[in-house]
T-cell receptor, first 116, second 114 residues
Framework: GDSVTQMEGPVTLSEEAFLTINCTYTATGYPSLFWYVQYPGEGLQLLLKATKADDKGSNKGFEATYRKETTSFHLEKGSVQVSDSAVYFCALSDFMTTDSWGKLQFGAGTQVVVTP | GAGVSQSPSNKVTEKGKDVELRCDPISGHTALYWYRQSLGQGLEFLIYFQGNSAPDKSGLPSDRFSAERTGGSVSTLTIQRTQQEDSAVYLC????????????FGPGTRLTVT
């Protein structure tokens, strides 16, 4: 079945450092890819998405590019802030596959801690 | 506007008791999903509703778990004869429909089975 693998955390960074969180996937169909973020004490929020190969999703300074050839969707931010401290989840949904119903398949999550 | 709400926010129950968890989706959202977030299993899909019907129950871990949705709105997830391994955060999400629509998540219900 479909699956998502992302790098384990916690990832600890200083403010203004460059952040990369690796995410790779396996899917039988042609999935859409997502990054969700969970800030401390808050619910899951969609951070960005990409629905086809070579699409780049971006939001709040974060970017991720859908790479079909490497089955990857790595999350990057050039200069992190303390407020970016959160747990980040990579996810896929295979809308084109019968019976997928749009449900999300999540990676294990990566905790990011940004220190001043 | 109002987001997805869930109640209770926390629930502590004794092993063997039944519990009901409630989800109020965003008004007008026809699709509703339940997920479970636990330390050992991460985030797992449980069940999907389109309107009041549940075409995908494939994620329900056992027959002790059931869910219903009424009026195309509120959904209730029921766990019978709770076990310690049911301890988790239960998340509800809603979206405009099946397809490439953003799923909006509620804050979750933290269930602890003692």
């Amino acid at each position: 079945g479909d699956s998502v693998t992302q790098m384990e955390g916690p990832v600890t960074l200083s403010e203004e450092a460059f952040l990369t969180i690796n995410c790779t996937y396996t899917a039988t169909g042609y999935p859409s890819l997502f990054w969700y973020v969970q800030y401390p004490g808050e619910g899951l929020q969609l951070l960005l998405k990409a629905t086809k190969a070579d699409d780049k999703g971006s939001n709040k300074g974060f970017e991720a590019t859908y790479r079909k050839e490497t089955t990857s969707f790595h999350l990057e931010k050039g200069s992190v802030q303390v407020s970016d401290s959160a747990v980040y989840f990579c996810a896929l949904s295979d809308f084109m596959t019968t019976d997928s119903w749009g449900k999300l398949q999540f990676g294990a999550g990566t905790q990011v801690v940004v220190t001043p | 506007g109002a987001g997805v709400s869930q109640s209770p926010s926390n629930k502590v129950t004794e092993k063997g008791k039944d519990v009901e968890l409630r989800c109020d989706p965003i008004s007008g959202h026809t699709a509703l999903y339940w997920y479970r977030q636990s330390l050992g299993q991460g985030l797992e899909f449980l069940i999907y509703f389109q309107g009041n019907s549940a075409p995908d129950k494939s994620g329900l871990p056992s027959d002790r778990f059931s869910a219903e949705r009424t009026g195309g709105s509120v959904s209730t997830l029921t766990i019978q004869r709770t076990q310690q391994e049911d301890s988790a955060v239960y998340l509800c999400a809603s979206s405009h429909g099946q397809g490439i629509y953003e799923q909006y998540f509620g804050p979750g219900t933290r269930l602890t089975v003692t």
